[in-house]
């Protein structure tokens, strides 16, 4: 079991920066890949960005590269999140899955459908 607890969201305007925290607890190791993920009102969750712990490898999703920035130190995970905008405004989740990925090029998914352990999510909302 890996527990997941988010924290960092509020209430911000456009052009401005909120940093999201996600402290991961439970059975993980750095074989587990790690990812933000959030649901806009009445839309789909959707991928935001993933990281591969043992090398470092982040993948990100169009709509935030450039923007957002995925870190992980030690059991914290962060989503820096600069230059937001109202379609950003979203519940955001991170995740960590039980699959145990080795190799020298291992990128981690950015489909929620593959991760199998979430938080409870922390609202994000960007006025214009």
């Known amino acids: 079991q890996v527990q997941l607890a988010e924290s960092g969201g509020g209430s911000v305007q456009a052009g401005g920066s909120l940093r999201l925290a996600c402290t991961v607890s439970?059975?993980?190791?750095?074989?587990?890949?790690l990812g933000w993920f959030r649901q806009a009102l009445g839309q789909a969750r959707e991928g935001v960005a993933s990281i591969y712990p043992l090398s470092g490898k982040t993948i990100y999703v169009d709509s935030v590269k450039g923007r957002f920035t995925i870190s992980r130190d030690r059991n914290t995970l962060y989503l820096q999140m600069n230059s937001l905008n109202a379609d950003d405004s979203a519940l955001y989740y991170c995740a960590a899955d039980s699959t145990m990925r080795v190799g020298r090029h291992v990128s981690c998914p950015t489909l929620p459908q593959l991760y199998n352990y979430w938080g409870q999510g922390t609202q994000v909302t960007v006025s214009s």
């Open positions: 439970g059975n993980f190791n750095s074989e587990n890949c």
